[in-house]
């Protein structure tokens, strides 16, 4: 999946990664099947950068945010594994806020990743406050509480 992010990032296409593998790419060991990215709702050029990558694995186009919250996650299976689109992510005002607040972590082969920081990645945890989110609420926590310490 590392290579999807490589792909990605040659394209320029905008993106965040969100959910477990950003927890993971924030330290917390942690196994997921899947890549949560972040993406602008409504930026056709971006949608078209992915459609670039990806090409016929998007079976479906990528459609924008709609009116009453459609399309607001949109799943695919590739070469690259299970990836989901989200087009808001709970806990988050906006793409551009958390893009402005976004940090890159180095993946375990060196390459950048564009993640929520762990404020933001932290904030959608809680919000959706699922069973499977504990253990990433305490790890966040503890990171953001060392990093207040230093």
């Known amino acids: ?7 990605l990032n040659a394209a320029g296409v905008r993106y965040l990664v969100i959910g477990g593998q950003a927890v993971r ?6 196994f997921s099947m899947d890549w949560d990215l972040f993406i602008p709702p409504w930026d056709t050029a971006n949608f078209n950068s992915l459609k670039n990558v990806l090409g016929d694995e998007l079976d479906i186009d990528l459609l924008p945010l709609g009116e009453k919250g459609e399309n607001i996650i949109q799943t695919y299976q ?3 594994g299970i990836i989901q689109f989200h087009l808001a992510v709970p ?3 906006s793409f551009t806020e ?3 607040r976004a ?4 993946d375990e082969d060196g390459r950048l990743a564009r993640c929520l920081s762990a404020d933001d990645l932290l904030a959608s945890k809680e919000s959706a406050n699922r069973p499977q ?3 990433d609420i305490a ?9 207040e310490n230093d």
């Open 103 to 106: 940090v890159e972590l180095k």
């Open 133 to 135: 989110d504990q253990q």
């Open 78 to 80: 590739t070469r690259f």
């Open 139 to 147: 790890f966040l926590k503890a990171l953001l509480s060392s990093r």
């Open 98 to 100: 958390a893009e402005r």
């Open 25 to 30: 790419l924030h330290g917390l060991p942690r």
């Open 1 to 7: 999946m590392d290579s999807l992010i490589a792909e």
């Open 91 to 93: 806990g988050i005002t």
